[in-house]
Structures are given as structure tokens and as C-alpha cells.
């Protein structure tokens, strides 16, 4: 069980100073579970994954998920999700296309390339970019490299219109780690927050300790401004609330299907949380708001787009 006590606020609002809130509609897409890095926390891909059905399901249907994007209503922000959203084969296409199609970009990537391939991605993306997020693996960074290569990055990506940012899972044993290179970051003038570890979908329980450090990281590492921003909840528990998931947000899978939110624990085709697929034609959003019939909420772009009323 999570403890209901560790707010959300303090620790999981990777992206709160990061987004676009005018945008409203955002498709949350997990395109597939494949990474070039094998990070022994990753909860993303598991070491048995096997994403190779995702990727040929993806490249045989490429027409159809064109199609389906082509038929969203307004203008989307697509948040690429993975895996690692740039190990796809074909994404740089996919990402003209989508771009094309007149939505918007965002996406989370591990920074492990090259930075003439970041420069590519965000060529392709350029005027049309949202959040461009880096995130830390501490299994293979140094920090030096790494926080040299941010910094092109960060230059970019403003260049390019977007905004840049940098997170890191939460994970207990390397607590200390991170939050000394809060302090390289600062020194930068790079935004860097941590992420609530999640396992099979839940919170996992921090010690008394490890939640001091991480309440410590928030205050030390966010600016006020970007604290005054953070209206968050001090809960994970929203059932019966009414939530706009399903209207202005929903979340796809590698097959297409679509879901009101990504929650894991209710994961399934065909119950109340599921909304069709998006390349078959068959995506259907909800007309009204609905209530949350969930027991635990681990979305994380929900809470800090003020979906949840
Ligand atoms: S970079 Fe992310 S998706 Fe890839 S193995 Fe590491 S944690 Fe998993
Ligand atoms: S689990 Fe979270 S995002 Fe999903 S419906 Fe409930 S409150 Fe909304």
C-alpha cells in the first residue's frame, strides 16, 4: 500500500513547471516497451519484455494510426511514452506525420544519443514542441557528460520552442546520489525533479528517512515561483471525484487501444475505463464527465493538468 501521508505534491510533479497548461487536450501514447538502455529498476521494460509485436503492429497499422490521429478533433499534444520513444524504428517519420497532422510533441526520452540525432528530433519538431524531458539513469550516466550534453539540450530545445527539463526515478539506494546533483543541476540552471517509484503501478512505501530526503529535494531544488505553481493534491485517492480523463486526456497503448487513463490496475479492454481503439476507427471519447471508480490514482499527467475536480 502507498502511504497516503507522502503527497503527491512533494515528489511526483516531474512535469509541473514543464507544461503547456493552455493545452488541454493530451494524448498520453506508450508506443512501445523498447529501450536501447536495460536499467535493472526499470518498471517501463521489464528484462522479459518483448516488444517486437508492439513494433510490427505498429509499422503493418501505421496507415490506420494516421488515420486515427488525422481524425482527432482540435489540437492534440501527444506525449510519447515508452521504452524509449526514439529507439522506434521509423519515429523520426512518425513524428512528421503526427506533426503534419497539426498536433503538438511531447516526449520522454533517456538521453543516451547522439546529440546530431536530438537535433534531427527536434528539427522535425520545431514550433510544434511542448516538453522535451531527459531522463537520469544513474546505472549509466556520470554526471559530468551528462550534464554538459543536458545543457546543449536545454539550448536547443528553447531554441526550438519547447521547454526542457530533466527527471529521475525516486529509487531509495540512490537518494543521496541525486540529491547531490540537485545541486550540479541548480548550478545549470536545469530543471531537475524526481519521480514517486512505482511497482506493477503502486507508489512503493518510503522509510521516514527517505521521504525527509525527498520532501528536502522538493523544497531545495523548485524554485518559489515554480512552488506556487504546484496546486497539487495531497492524495492518490480520488474515487467518486469527477475526472475530465476521457474528454481532454486519454492514454494509448502499443496496439492502439485507448483507456481514459493509465491505470494500470484497470488495464483492460472492454470495462469502464476503456475507450475504443484509435487505428481501427472505433475511439470513442466520453461525451459527459464521468466520476473516478478507482481505489488508487498513479496518473500522473491528470492530476497536474487539473483534470481531476
Ligand atoms: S531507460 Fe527507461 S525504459 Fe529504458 S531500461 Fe531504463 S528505465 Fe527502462
Ligand atoms: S485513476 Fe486518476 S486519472 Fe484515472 S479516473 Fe481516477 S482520478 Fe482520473
Redesign the pocket.
Known amino acids: 500500500m502507498a502511504d497516503e501521508n507522502f503527497s503527491f505534491s512533494e515528489v511526483d510533479n516531474v512535469y509541473n513547471s514543464f507544461l503547456n497548461p493552455h493545452l488541454k487536450n493530451t494524448l498520453c501514447w506508450y508506443i512501445s516497451g523498447k529501450c536501447n538502455l536495460n536499467c535493472s529498476f526499470c518498471e517501463a521494460k521489464k528484462s522479459d519484455h518483448d516488444s517486437s509485436k508492439e513494433l510490427e503492429y505498429l509499422t503493418k497499422n501505421w496507415i490506420n494510426f494516421r488515420e486515427g490521429f488525422q481524425n482527432l478533433q482540435g489540437r492534440w499534444e501527444i506525449f510519447l511514452l515508452g521504452g524509449e520513444p526514439l529507439s522506434v524504428p521509423g519515429i523520426l517519420d512518425i513524428l512528421r506525420d503526427l506533426v503534419r497532422n497539426g498536433h503538438k510533441i511531447s516526449l520522454a526520452t533517456n538521453l543516451s544519443y547522439s546529440l546530431g540525432y536530438y537535433k534531427k528530433v527536434l528539427n522535425i519538431l520545431d514550433g510544434n514542441l511542448c516538453l522535451f524531458l531527459g531522463t537520469f539513469k544513474p546505472e549509466y550516466y556520470k554526471p559530468e557528460p551528462f550534464l554538459k550534453k543536458a545543457q546543449h539540450i536545454d539550448y536547443l530545445v528553447k531554441r526550438y520552442g519547447g521547454v526542457f527539463g530533466v527527471g529521475a526515478v525516486a529509487e531509495p539506494d540512490y537518494l543521496d546520489y541525486l540529491y547531490t546533483l540537485g545541486f550540479w543541476f541548480r548550478e545549470r540552471n536545469i530543471k531537475f525533479k524526481l519521480q514517486k517509484k512505482r511497482v506493477n503501478n503502486v507508489h512503493i512505501n518510503y522509510n521516514k528517512d527517505q521521504v525527509c530526503k525527498i520532501k528536502e529535494f522538493g523544497r531545495r531544488f523548485s524554485s518559489i515561483e515554480d512552488q506556487k505553481k504546484i496546486r497539487f493534491e495531497e492524495t492518490d485517492l480520488?474515487k467518486g471525484?469527477v475526472?475530465l480523463?476521457g474528454i481532454n486526456y486519454f492514454f494509448m497503448n502499443s496496439f492502439g487501444d485507448c483507456f481514459?487513463?493509465h491505470?494500470l490496475t484497470h488495464y483492460k479492454v472492454n470495462n469502464e475505463n476503456y475507450l475504443g481503439n484509435l487505428p481501427n476507427g472505433t475511439l470513442k471519447l466520453f461525451k459527459k464527465p464521468k466520476t473516478?471508480p478507482?481505489s488508487y490514482?498513479t496518473?500522473v499527467l491528470?492530476k497536474i493538468k487539473g483534470?481531476?475536480l
Open positions: 480520488f471525484r475526472c480523463t481514459r487513463c491505470n473516478c478507482h490514482c496518473c491528470p483534470l481531476i
